[in-house]
């Protein structure tokens, strides 16, 4: 297994990671602050991700 076939699970599992961590704590009624800054981690991560997923798109066909 190479770099760049182990970055894309990588990046999507830091994705749903923090995604799952949002979720929970807006089921147990947590703070809207922390919900906040979750939900800002996980746009910053999908970012990342698809910029991610471009690139070794972009390796792997050149």
């Known amino acids: 297994m190479n ?3 182990a970055l894309v699970p ?3 599992g830091a994705v749903a ?3 799952l961590l949002g979720l929970v704590n ?3 009624g947590g703070s ?7 939900m ?3 746009v910053v991560l999908q970012f990342i ?14």
């Open 17 to 19: 990671v923090v995604l």
């Open 26 to 28: 807006m089921l147990r």
């Open 3 to 5: 770099v760049s076939s």
């Open 49 to 62: 991700a698809i910029l991610v997923i471009l690139g070794v798109l972009w390796w792997r066909a050149g």
């Open 32 to 38: 809207a602050n922390t919900s906040q800054r979750l």
């Open 10 to 12: 990588i990046a999507v």
């Open 40 to 42: 800002r981690l996980r």
